[in-house]
């Protein structure tokens, strides 16, 4: 049975940082590529960092140079670091595994989900 375990989420004010971890069980982990995804009330489900198995990462223009995405294979964990946290970043965020490769950006690529963690940012 595949998990996937988000924890890490929380409150913060607007310029502080979090930062999201997701353990994986029930996959090949070092096979897949990994990202964390996020939703807020009314938006769409966006992409906001990817890290392919071969340890390539990519991340969404909103995020750049404030998150940074990690994956230890001999754990199966996927990580998120997040700083300089703004309102507009209050979202579900979950992480998700995809066999594809390289990682895409649609969430319809994506095979195992996890349930989802809240991150609130007040401004």
């Known amino acids: 049975q595949v998990q996937l375990v988000e924890s890490g989420g929380g409150s913060v004010p607007a310029g502080g940082s979090l930062r999201l971890s997701c353990a994986a069980s029930?996959?090949?982990?070092?096979?897949?590529?990994m990202a964390w995804f996020r939703q807020a009330p009314e938006k769409e489900r966006e992409a906001v960092a990817r890290?392919?198995?071969?340890?390539?990462?990519y991340y969404a223009d909103s995020v750049k140079d404030r998150f940074s995405i990690t994956r230890d294979n001999a754990k199966k964990t996927v990580s998120v670091q997040m700083h300089d946290l703004k309102h507009d970043d209050t979202a579900t965020y979950s992480c998700a595994a995809s066999w594809g490769h390289p990682c895409a950006a649609r969430a319809s690529s994506y095979n195992f989900w996890g349930q989802g963690t809240q991150v609130n940012v007040s401004s």
């Open positions: 890290i392919d198995r071969d340890w390539k990462t």
């Open positions: 029930g996959i090949d982990f070092s096979d897949f590529c």
